[in-house]
């Protein structure tokens, strides 16, 4: 079995930063890609960023330049650099793990950026 917890979430003023970590624990022999998705109320989830198992990025978009994503192996941790938040940053941000052949989904955080 295993367990992803997540933290780091928050309220922040618009231009701030916050960073997410994600961890997982249990029956691990090899993490492939993590991810960071998020939801806000009314639309569907997407996809932020992706980190590989090598280290290769992506990210959508909306975030480039102000978000980055990195990873610990020999923690089994995944985090989000969050920086320049906007109002439409506003969600709750799930990290997903690929555990082959599963993957797992952490509980979600909520990242609020309001003044």
């Known amino acids: 079995q295993v367990q992803l917890v997540e933290s780091g979430g928050g309220l922040v003023q618009p231009g701030g930063s916050l960073r997410l970590s994600c961890a997982a624990s249990?029956?691990?022999?090899?993490?492939?890609?993590m991810d960071w998705y998020r939801q806000a109320p009314g639309k569907q989830r997407e996809l932020v960023a992706v980190i590989t198992s090598g280290g290769s990025t992506n990210y959508a978009d909306s975030v480039k330049g102000r978000f980055t994503i990195s990873r610990d192996n020999a923690k089994n941790t995944v985090y989000l650099q969050m920086n320049s938040l906007k109002p439409e940053d506003t969600a709750v941000y799930y990290c997903h793990v690929q555990i082959l052949p599963r993957t797992y989904w952490g509980q979600g955080t909520q990242v609020t950026v309001s003044s």
């Open positions: 249990g029956s691990i022999f090899s993490i492939s890609a």
